[in-house]
């Protein structure tokens, strides 16, 4: 029992008696305390709670090792001035391949110029590399007309198709007029395509996968076609000034989504101040590794981008075309994000310092409050307060 009672002095949480726990004094301005203290318990409390359940990012920077995967690229680019048959989506890196291998799922969905969709999107090829037409054996009666643009040298003898008809015309450096007066584009069509030309706009997404090396992917008006290893396209029988390349870009981003990712060309609006623009965007990716607190493993790309643009004109010497180009190229480095959980003990300590922080501070608060009115009431009723 002496033990027991040495003990005793070390109680930190010595007990009123129950003869004068009665005694204790009830205020109004000690229960306004209360409520405030215990709101703000409260709301650190499930302040502290959520950031125990955010995870803790930990950053990390290396060389980047890896090799032999693709590139996932996923876009959505709204062209609101230009029909869907006169844009062309190319892709090419610089190994020369343009699009040979390329996987791809890319949709052209025709919109009016209110922006609402006309039908139904069709998926699209990405750049078909085309070249000269092969003609087939075929007699004088079915050989069609060149229009002028016949030449026995480069083999061009019939015309039986638009595209031949086009072809020629490009080997003579000939400009190709209004299609109209061509039977072979008539067939084809084309005069259907000129009339909504430029009385449509056009929405183009999806994804594709490219080899993992830097390259380009540009929207572009005018057939492409691949000419002695030089990519062209062809916007006959329009001139380039006729073409508002003014665009929104919904989405564009290389990967999958991980958290916190962001895609810094998402919803935005660029618009031509005249035709025949070119609008570059040169992008840096940087390879991403984010690790999940259950081991699992995902890889994306983040990146940063510069933009320019100008205008081309023949008249003046400039070279080029108009379109949209995006130039990418990946960084050396790679981010590595890892997902750990936080420490409980970490969480228990500082719901204690909230919980008795809090509780401490409004007692003081309380107990200076209540023995100031105290004294002013003291002195008020002696006649001293002034």
């Not at 004068?20 to 203290?37: C, E, Y």
């Not at 997902?339 to 409980?344: C, G, I």
């Not at 107990?367 to 100031?372: E, K, N, P, R």
Request: glycine share 6%.
């Amino acid at each position: 029992m002496n033990v027991l009672d040495k003990l005793r002095y070390l109680d930190a949480y010595p007990k009123v008696l129950e003869d004068f726990d009665s005694l204790r004094i009830k205020t109004s301005g000690g229960a306004i305390v209360t409520v405030i203290s215990t709101i703000i318990m409260v709301l650190l409390f499930i302040s502290e709670v959520n950031d125990f359940l955010t995870p803790n990012i930990n950053e990390e920077l290396f060389v980047d090792t890896s090799k032999g995967s693709n590139l996932r690229i996923n876009l959505d680019i709204v062209i609101p001035r230009i029909s869907c048959d006169l844009l062309s989506l190319d892709a090419m890196d610089t190994t020369g391949e343009q699009h040979l291998h390329i996987e791809h799922n890319i949709y052209k969905r025709r919109l009016n110029l209110e922006g609402r969709p006309i039908e139904e999107p069709k998926k699209t090829d990405i750049m078909e590399v085309k070249k000269k037409p092969t003609e087939k054996n075929t007699t004088v009666e079915t050989c069609g007309s060149c229009y002028g643009a016949e030449d026995e040298a480069a083999d061009i003898k019939c015309c039986n198709t638009c595209e031949a008809v086009k072809d020629a015309y490009r080997r003579k450096k000939w400009a190709f007029s209004d299609v109209s007066k061509f039977e072979q584009c008539q067939s084809e069509k084309g005069v259907e395509k000129m009339k909504h030309a430029f009385t449509e706009g056009c929405q183009i997404y999806g994804k594709m996968e490219v080899n993992r090396v830097a390259g380009s992917f540009h929207i572009a008006p005018g057939d492409s076609f691949s000419v002695n290893h030089v990519h062209v396209h062809d916007v006959s029988p329009h001139s380039s000034t006729q073409f508002n390349l003014s665009h929104v870009i919904r989405h564009v981003s290389f990967g999958i989504n991980i958290p916190g990712k962001t895609n810094h060309l998402d919803n935005t609006t660029i618009t031509a101040t005249e035709g025949a623009m070119m609008f570059y965007y040169y992008i840096k990716i940087i390879p991403t590794t984010f690790v999940r607190k259950d081991g699992s493993l995902l890889s994306t790309n983040q990146f940063s981008v510069t933009s320019h643009s100008k205008h081309v004109s023949p008249m003046s010497g400039d070279s080029g075309m108009p379109g949209i180009f995006f130039n990418y190229e990946l960084s050396p480095l790679m981010v590595k994000y890892t997902e750990t959980a936080k420490s409980f003990g970490h969480f228990a300590t500082n719901l204690c310092a909230i919980i008795g922080g809090v509780f401490t501070v409004a007692g003081l608060f309380d107990s200076f409050l209540y023995h100031s009115i105290r004294a002013i009431e003291k002195k008020i009723e002696l006649g001293k307060f002034s």
